[in-house]
C-alpha cells in the first residue's frame, strides 16, 4: 500500500493544503485505490519554503494545487503498480 501524507502546517495550508488533499481523495475515489493508497494529513514534514509537501512513502516532494492531479498520476499511480508487481 502507498502511503501519502499531505503536510496540513502553516506554510502548507496557506499555500493550498486542503486543495491538493481533496484532489487526491477525488482521485483515489474515482480510480478505486482505496485499498491501495493510505492518504493522511501530516503536520509539517519540514520543507515549509517548498509548500505543499507531500510525502509519498516517505520521499518529499513539492505539489502545487494545480499540480495535484499531475503528481497523482505521475507518482502515486507509479507506487499503486509497484506494489502490485510485488
Given at each position: 500500500?502507498?502511503?501519502?501524507?499531505?503536510?496540513?502546517?502553516?506554510?502548507?495550508?496557506?499555500?493550498?493544503?486542503?486543495?491538493?488533499?481533496?484532489?487526491?481523495?477525488?482521485?483515489?475515489?474515482?480510480?478505486?485505490?482505496?485499498?491501495?493508497?493510505?492518504?493522511?494529513?501530516?503536520?509539517?514534514?519540514?520543507?515549509?519554503?517548498?509548500?505543499?509537501?507531500?510525502?509519498?512513502?516517505?520521499?518529499?516532494?513539492?505539489?502545487?494545487?494545480?499540480?495535484?492531479?499531475?503528481?497523482?498520476?505521475?507518482?502515486?499511480?507509479?507506487?499503486?503498480k509497484y506494489?502490485?508487481d510485488s
Amino acid at each position: 500500500m502507498a502511503e501519502l501524507k499531505i503536510c496540513v502546517g502553516s506554510a502548507c495550508h496557506l499555500k493550498g493544503s486542503y486543495s491538493v488533499i481533496e484532489t487526491f481523495k477525488h482521485l483515489i475515489e474515482i480510480k478505486t485505490l482505496a485499498n491501495q493508497v493510505d492518504l493522511k494529513a501530516a503536520f509539517c514534514l519540514g520543507h515549509c519554503t517548498e509548500a505543499v509537501s507531500v510525502s509519498l512513502d516517505g520521499k518529499i516532494y513539492s505539489v502545487t494545487p494545480d499540480k495535484a492531479e499531475s503528481f497523482f498520476n505521475k507518482f502515486v499511480l507509479e507506487r499503486v503498480k509497484y506494489y502490485e508487481d510485488s
